[in-house]
């Protein structure tokens, strides 16, 4: 069994990135591109579970598009997984602040170090200040030993002197070749809301409805089990909000090539989770019908329409005290399909 080592490299012509690997997994993270993680490849399988959108990673302008709006958000998108804070979906405004879509924290650099532990073991360590609320984010992400197993610690400390109400939003988006027609999503939720402002034909839900999971009932009357993903021929778009778990974890499956994909959470922290579909529905720009992935996002709060609605609506946003630290711990982990299984427990 290999230390997890570091190094850095630029993908493309510009992006610093830093990779922590192991003889199990590789991790590469995207310090100047709001520390996203922009790959985790099983190196057994060589698959990487993360979705990487057409357009690749591209240098981010404001382009023709609003400042802090959703199309210029997606149009410097390069899939991977990004941290929401303090602000998820949106773009909204609260108490005065103009919050853009998806938050400030994923379109920051952050300051980044390459650590060692006293066993020679690196791991990485991230922080960045935001302006559009008094935080601090850090973070630390390492290999859990001999597990194939990549481990996110973060940290959220409120600087001012004030109580502050935030969002806070993890989105991994997965994509082939581990998210393909017959995967499984296996998870104890119980709950299903879908979002009330979808109301796409590609949708299976009316907006704002409410289901028991996995097994739903389409807006045309049929049902459907929403853990299977479709094929290629049942196009489907969705945003729906998960609740009701009975411990935060859910599993990706792919029988064809032996993985099982988990994340795991703190449910005190996560309650709930986004759930986004976009399987090939999206024919305008920049998706024309491209996209085959699949969002499963831990978050405080719901619904994803910005601080400033979730305040208003479900009042679902945290608060946190002057000078408090808020703590928590994700862990993604890829293994054999059996192993998989066992290490997630009955559901």
């Known amino acids: 069994m290999s230390r997890p080592q570091a190094s850095e490299a630029l993908l493309g012509d510009a992006d610093r990135a830093l990779i922590l690997a192991d003889d199990r997994i590789r991790v590469t993270v995207l310090p100047d591109r709001g ?10 399988t060589g698959v990487d579970v993360l979705w990487k959108t057409p357009w690749g990673l591209r240098i981010r302008t404001d382009g023709d598009s609003p400042r ?9 998108y390069a899939g991977g ?3 929401l804070i303090p602000s998820g979906g949106g773009p909204s405004n609260h108490r005065g602040v103009d919050h853009p879509y998806h938050g400030e924290a994923c379109s920051l650099p952050w300051v980044a170090a390459i650590e060692s532990d006293a066993d020679g073991a ?3 360590r991230l922080s960045t200040h935001l302006a559009t609320a008094p935080l601090l984010v850090a973070r630390v992400v390492s290999l859990a030993p ?6 996110i610690e973060e940290r959220v400390t409120n600087e001012g002197d004030r109580p502050l109400e935030y969002m806070w939003v993890h989105h991994p988006a997965f994509g082939a070749p581990l998210v393909a027609p017959g995967a499984r999503i296996l998870t104890s939720a119980s709950l299903i809301v879908a979002d009330s402002t979808l109301d796409s034909p590609a949708s299976p839900l009316e907006p704002g409805t409410r289901h028991a999971w996995p097994v739903v009932s389409t807006r045309d ?10 094929g290629a021929s049942s196009p489907r778009q969705l945003l729906g909000y998960l609740s009701g778990f009975d411990e935060g974890v859910v599993t990706i499956e792919n029988e064809d090539l032996d ?9 005190d922290v996560f309650p709930y989770a986004w759930l986004w579909q976009e399987f090939g529905a999206t024919t305008g720009a920049p998706w024309f019908g491209r996209a085959f992935v699949m969002a499963i996002e831990p978050a405080t709060s719901f619904p994803a329409t910005g601080l400033g609605d979730v305040v208003a609506t479900t ?7 002057a000078g408090a630290t808020v703590a928590t711990e994700l862990r993604l982990r890829l293994a054999p399909l059996r192993q998989g299984r066992a290490d997630v427990g009955p559901r």
């Open 81 to 83: 997984w990004q941290v």
């Open 68 to 76: 802090g709006s959703a199309e210029a958000w997606v149009s410097s």
């Open 122 to 124: 690196d791991r990485v």
């Open 146 to 151: 001999g597990t194939s197993e990549v481990v």
């Open 221 to 230: 009357g049929r049902e459907l089990d929403l853990s299977i993903v479709p």
């Open 259 to 267: 993985l099982a994909c988990t994340l795991s959470w703190q449910l």
């Open 315 to 321: 009042a679902t946003h945290r608060v946190l005290a």
């Open 35 to 44: 520390a996203d993680i922009h790959a985790v490849c099983d190196l057994r």
